[in-house]
């Protein structure tokens, strides 16, 4: 099949790999949630060669997550899961996990049920990055933001760009403190939590 294209994936994979290679230094086993076209697992795998990168999402995601990773035949790249955050997860551990542009597309509930599994498939010291758009205290935090909030609110209700303390609230309740907020391109945040307690 031919390889679907994110321009935003080519955009933002520099700035979130140097966060990565900060915070997964000393990981091993990283599991991706929502890996779309798959081309985020192909480049951190190659730039991580020490990470078994396990790319994850919902099933008919898959083909083109296998596309990319056949073509790369990366050594560190096992096949794509079939996760939906509601169903059934693999299971672990994983020392470390990644996320990108999922958390305003995932309804609320759904995100519960994300941080809510994580326990049962992470280490005790796990490291949890999440790229994204945030709202801090309900407030945008660019007219951008904002533009795109409406949008994504236009397309389905049950999606909007989350609240920063909201979402640390549902890390805290899994286990994971913040650790790092870096600030990324086009109004985006790497929010980075470790596991201390759970």
């Known amino acids: 099949m031919e390889k679907p294209h994110s321009p935003a994936c080519e955009r933002n994979r520099e700035p979130i790999l ?21 081309q985020h697992a192909v480049h951190f795998a190659a730039a991580l060669p020490q990470l078994n990168w396990q790319s994850s999402d919902r099933a008919e995601y ?10 790369a035949a990366l050594p560190n ?14 299971s672990g551990p994983f020392d470390a996990v990644f996320s990108a542009n999922t958390l305003h597309i995932m309804a609320w509930p759904k995100l519960q049920q994300l ?3 994580l326990p049962a498939v992470t280490t005790g010291d796990a490291v949890l990055v999440i790229y994204g758009p945030f709202n801090e205290h309900g407030r945008y935090s ?3 933001n904002a533009a795109f909030d409406q ?12 609240d920063a303390e909201a979402v640390d609230a549902l890390a805290a309740a899994a286990g994971f403190a ?6 990324m391109p086009a109004n985006n945040r790497c929010r980075v939590w470790r596991r201390v307690h759970g």
């Open 178 to 183: 913040l650790v790092d907020d870096a600030a």
């Open 18 to 38: 140097g966060v990565l290679r900060a915070h997964f230094a000393d990981r091993r086993r990283v599991l991706e949630i929502g890996s779309g076209s798959g």
């Open 151 to 162: 949008s994504l609110k236009a397309r389905g209700a049950h999606m909007g760009i989350r």
């Open 77 to 90: 790249t096992p096949p794509p899961l079939a996760l939906d955050v509601g169903g059934a997860w693999p």
């Open 115 to 117: 941080f809510a599994r």
């Open 142 to 144: 660019s007219d951008s």
């Open 62 to 71: 898959l083909p083109s997550i296998r596309a990319w990773l056949d073509e």
